[in-house]
Protein backbone atom coordinates (compact mmCIF):
# COMPACT_ATOMS: atom_id res chain seq x y z
CA UNK A 1 0.00 0.00 0.00
CA UNK A 2 1.16 3.26 -1.06
CA UNK A 3 1.48 6.20 1.80
CA UNK A 4 2.56 10.13 1.24
CA UNK A 5 3.54 11.60 4.70
CA UNK A 6 4.42 14.89 4.52
CA UNK A 7 6.45 17.31 6.97
CA UNK A 8 7.53 20.77 7.01
CA UNK A 9 6.96 24.24 9.33
CA UNK A 10 3.60 25.58 9.35
CA UNK A 11 4.28 29.37 9.26
CA UNK A 12 6.78 30.88 7.02
CA UNK A 13 7.47 34.67 7.14
CA UNK A 14 7.02 36.99 4.05
CA UNK A 15 9.96 36.27 1.34
CA UNK A 16 11.29 33.81 2.77
CA UNK A 17 11.28 30.21 1.21
CA UNK A 18 9.09 27.29 2.01
CA UNK A 19 10.14 24.20 2.13
CA UNK A 20 7.76 20.77 2.32
CA UNK A 21 8.73 16.99 2.03
CA UNK A 22 6.94 14.27 1.32
CA UNK A 23 8.09 10.46 2.32
CA UNK A 24 7.16 7.93 0.08
CA UNK A 25 6.53 4.49 1.16
CA UNK A 26 4.98 1.67 -0.89
CA UNK A 27 6.65 2.88 -4.36
CA UNK A 28 9.77 4.77 -5.63
CA UNK A 29 10.54 8.14 -6.28
CA UNK A 30 12.69 7.03 -9.75
CA UNK A 31 9.62 4.55 -10.60
CA UNK A 32 9.78 4.57 -14.12
CA UNK A 33 5.93 4.95 -14.51
CA UNK A 34 4.63 7.49 -11.62
CA UNK A 35 4.98 10.77 -11.15
CA UNK A 36 5.35 13.06 -8.04
CA UNK A 37 2.89 15.88 -7.69
CA UNK A 38 2.83 18.77 -5.46
CA UNK A 39 -1.28 21.00 -5.30
CA UNK A 40 -2.13 23.46 -2.71
CA UNK A 41 -5.88 24.18 -1.72
CA UNK A 42 -7.03 27.62 -0.40
CA UNK A 43 -10.34 28.95 -0.38
CA UNK A 44 -9.57 32.28 -2.89
CA UNK A 45 -8.01 29.74 -5.11
CA UNK A 46 -9.37 26.51 -4.93
CA UNK A 47 -7.31 23.38 -5.84
CA UNK A 48 -4.23 24.30 -7.67
CA UNK A 49 -1.71 21.94 -9.09
CA UNK A 50 1.86 23.33 -8.33
CA UNK A 51 4.22 21.03 -10.00
CA UNK A 52 5.71 17.74 -10.68
CA UNK A 53 8.85 14.98 -10.78
CA UNK A 54 9.09 11.75 -12.31
CA UNK A 55 12.25 9.29 -13.63
CA UNK A 56 12.06 8.12 -17.26
CA UNK A 57 15.71 7.53 -18.19
CA UNK A 58 16.36 10.94 -16.37
CA UNK A 59 14.44 12.92 -14.15
CA UNK A 60 11.66 15.57 -15.78
CA UNK A 61 10.27 18.36 -14.06
CA UNK A 62 7.05 20.45 -14.81
CA UNK A 63 5.70 23.92 -12.65
CA UNK A 64 2.91 26.11 -13.24
CA UNK A 65 3.55 28.85 -15.33
CA UNK A 66 1.66 30.86 -12.61
CA UNK A 67 4.61 30.60 -10.05
CA UNK A 68 7.37 31.56 -12.50
CA UNK A 69 10.74 30.98 -11.22
CA UNK A 70 9.92 30.57 -7.74
CA UNK A 71 9.09 26.80 -7.89
CA UNK A 72 11.56 23.78 -7.39
CA UNK A 73 10.44 20.48 -6.84
CA UNK A 74 13.50 17.81 -5.90
CA UNK A 75 13.66 13.87 -5.27
CA UNK A 76 15.76 12.05 -3.22
CA UNK A 77 16.50 8.64 -4.24
CA UNK A 78 18.56 8.19 -1.00
CA UNK A 79 15.47 8.75 1.44
CA UNK A 80 12.85 7.90 -1.38
CA UNK A 81 11.24 11.33 -1.29
CA UNK A 82 10.72 14.35 -2.41
CA UNK A 83 10.69 18.20 -1.13
CA UNK A 84 9.40 21.38 -2.48
CA UNK A 85 10.57 24.61 -2.46
CA UNK A 86 8.76 28.05 -2.97
CA UNK A 87 11.07 31.04 -2.73
CA UNK A 88 9.59 34.86 -2.20
CA UNK A 89 6.43 33.39 -0.43
CA UNK A 90 3.40 35.91 0.25
CA UNK A 91 0.73 35.95 2.42
CA UNK A 92 -1.15 34.67 -1.06
CA UNK A 93 0.52 31.78 -0.69
CA UNK A 94 -1.06 30.47 2.39
CA UNK A 95 -3.04 27.27 1.69
CA UNK A 96 -2.77 23.69 2.36
CA UNK A 97 -0.63 21.86 0.74
CA UNK A 98 -0.74 18.42 -0.67
CA UNK A 99 1.58 15.61 -1.92
CA UNK A 100 -0.18 12.90 -4.60
CA UNK A 101 0.94 10.15 -6.60
CA UNK A 102 0.03 10.39 -10.22
CA UNK A 103 0.07 6.42 -10.82
CA UNK A 104 1.42 3.87 -13.45
CA UNK A 105 -2.32 3.26 -14.35
CA UNK A 106 -3.86 6.61 -15.31
CA UNK A 107 -1.93 9.74 -17.22
CA UNK A 108 -2.67 12.71 -14.63
CA UNK A 109 -4.77 11.15 -11.96
CA UNK A 110 -3.69 11.15 -8.82
CA UNK A 111 -4.99 8.05 -6.11
CA UNK A 112 -2.70 8.31 -3.32
CA UNK A 113 -2.27 12.05 -1.44
CA UNK A 114 -0.32 12.86 1.60
CA UNK A 115 -2.25 14.27 4.86
CA UNK A 116 -1.84 17.78 3.95
CA UNK A 117 0.23 20.85 6.04
CA UNK A 118 -1.38 23.92 6.84
CA UNK A 119 1.06 26.71 5.54
CA UNK A 120 0.44 30.20 6.77
CA UNK A 121 2.74 32.87 5.41
CA UNK A 122 2.75 35.88 8.18
CA UNK A 123 5.28 37.44 9.95
CA UNK B 1 -8.22 30.33 -10.71
CA UNK B 2 -9.96 27.29 -11.79
CA UNK B 3 -9.92 26.09 -15.35
CA UNK B 4 -13.18 23.53 -14.72
CA UNK B 5 -16.56 24.86 -14.04
CA UNK B 6 -18.99 22.80 -11.51
CA UNK B 7 -22.48 23.99 -9.71
CA UNK B 8 -20.92 25.45 -6.20
CA UNK B 9 -23.93 23.13 -4.89
CA UNK B 10 -26.19 20.35 -5.13
CA UNK B 11 -28.93 18.48 -3.08
CA UNK B 12 -31.41 15.46 -2.80
CA UNK B 13 -32.48 13.11 -0.40
CA UNK B 14 -31.67 9.95 0.14
CA UNK B 15 -32.06 7.38 -2.17
CA UNK B 16 -32.31 9.90 -5.37
CA UNK B 17 -29.59 10.40 -7.99
CA UNK B 18 -28.11 13.77 -7.87
CA UNK B 19 -25.02 14.87 -11.11
CA UNK B 20 -22.38 17.27 -11.08
CA UNK B 21 -21.29 18.98 -14.32
CA UNK B 22 -18.02 19.69 -14.77
CA UNK B 23 -17.35 22.01 -18.03
CA UNK B 24 -14.37 22.85 -19.47
CA UNK B 25 -12.75 23.33 -23.05
CA UNK B 26 -11.14 22.28 -26.15
CA UNK B 27 -7.66 22.49 -24.06
CA UNK B 28 -8.24 19.88 -21.73
CA UNK B 29 -11.33 17.92 -21.24
CA UNK B 30 -12.51 18.22 -25.09
CA UNK B 31 -8.68 17.70 -25.99
CA UNK B 32 -10.10 15.02 -25.04
CA UNK B 33 -8.11 14.34 -21.94
CA UNK B 34 -9.81 12.10 -19.36
CA UNK B 35 -11.16 13.58 -16.35
CA UNK B 36 -10.77 12.11 -12.91
CA UNK B 37 -13.38 12.98 -9.56
CA UNK B 38 -12.42 13.58 -6.33
CA UNK B 39 -14.10 13.05 -2.76
CA UNK B 40 -13.00 15.27 -0.26
CA UNK B 41 -14.44 15.36 3.72
CA UNK B 42 -13.68 18.61 5.36
CA UNK B 43 -9.77 18.46 6.93
CA UNK B 44 -8.77 16.00 4.90
CA UNK B 45 -7.40 15.46 1.68
CA UNK B 46 -8.97 14.71 -1.69
CA UNK B 47 -9.74 11.43 -2.09
CA UNK B 48 -10.15 9.33 -6.36
CA UNK B 49 -13.28 8.73 -6.61
CA UNK B 50 -13.44 8.00 -10.41
CA UNK B 51 -10.63 8.13 -12.67
CA UNK B 52 -10.27 7.92 -16.77
CA UNK B 53 -13.68 9.40 -17.13
CA UNK B 54 -15.55 6.26 -15.75
CA UNK B 55 -13.26 3.66 -13.99
CA UNK B 56 -13.79 3.09 -9.79
CA UNK B 57 -10.79 2.44 -7.86
CA UNK B 58 -11.10 -0.85 -5.75
CA UNK B 59 -13.82 0.07 -2.62
CA UNK B 60 -15.73 2.93 -4.25
CA UNK B 61 -19.39 1.61 -4.57
CA UNK B 62 -21.15 1.14 -8.50
CA UNK B 63 -23.09 3.80 -6.67
CA UNK B 64 -21.00 6.30 -8.37
CA UNK B 65 -20.46 6.48 -11.98
CA UNK B 66 -18.90 9.33 -14.51
CA UNK B 67 -18.91 10.42 -18.15
CA UNK B 68 -17.69 12.64 -20.08
CA UNK B 69 -18.47 14.24 -23.84
CA UNK B 70 -16.85 16.66 -25.95
CA UNK B 71 -15.36 19.41 -23.43
CA UNK B 72 -17.51 18.11 -20.38
CA UNK B 73 -18.05 15.41 -18.12
CA UNK B 74 -20.42 14.42 -15.17
CA UNK B 75 -20.12 12.42 -12.34
CA UNK B 76 -23.73 10.93 -10.81
CA UNK B 77 -24.24 9.76 -7.66
CA UNK B 78 -27.59 6.98 -7.42
CA UNK B 79 -28.75 5.95 -4.16
CA UNK B 80 -27.76 9.08 -2.31
CA UNK B 81 -26.61 8.69 1.26
CA UNK B 82 -25.98 10.74 4.25
CA UNK B 83 -22.23 9.68 3.92
CA UNK B 84 -22.16 11.34 0.24
CA UNK B 85 -22.09 15.01 2.13
CA UNK B 86 -18.77 15.88 1.11
CA UNK B 87 -17.52 18.15 -1.94
CA UNK B 88 -16.69 16.92 -5.39
CA UNK B 89 -13.96 18.07 -7.56
CA UNK B 90 -13.25 17.31 -11.28
CA UNK B 91 -9.62 17.05 -12.60
CA UNK B 92 -7.99 16.84 -16.58
CA UNK B 93 -4.88 17.70 -18.21
CA UNK B 94 -4.82 20.98 -19.94
CA UNK B 95 -2.27 21.21 -22.63
CA UNK B 96 -2.06 25.08 -22.91
CA UNK B 97 -1.25 25.34 -19.54
CA UNK B 98 0.97 21.99 -19.51
CA UNK B 99 -0.93 21.61 -16.16
CA UNK B 100 -3.84 19.39 -14.27
CA UNK B 101 -6.20 21.93 -13.53
CA UNK B 102 -9.03 21.32 -11.26
CA UNK B 103 -13.06 22.01 -11.07
CA UNK B 104 -14.51 24.88 -8.55
CA UNK B 105 -15.62 22.14 -6.40
CA UNK B 106 -19.88 21.26 -5.77
CA UNK B 107 -21.12 20.36 -2.19
CA UNK B 108 -23.53 17.35 -1.77
CA UNK B 109 -25.83 17.95 0.49
CA UNK B 110 -28.42 15.56 1.61
CA UNK B 111 -31.75 16.42 2.64
Known amino acids: QVQLQQSGPGLVKPSQTLSLTCVIS??????????WNWIRQSPSRGLEWLGR?????????DYAVSLGSRIGINPDTSKNQFSLQLNSVTPEDTAVYYC?????????????WGQGTTVTVSS | QSVLTQPPSVSGAPGQRVTISCTGS?????????VHWYLQLPGTAPKLLIY???NRPSGVPDRFSGSRSGTSASLAITGLQADDEADYYC???????????FGTGTKVTVL
Open chain 1, 100 to 112: ARDPPYCLSCLDV
Open chain 1, 26 to 35: GDSVSSNSAA
Open chain 1, 53 to 61: TYYRSRWYY
Open chain 2, 26 to 34: SSNIGAPYD
Open chain 2, 52 to 54: VNN
Open chain 2, 91 to 101: QSYDFSLNAYV
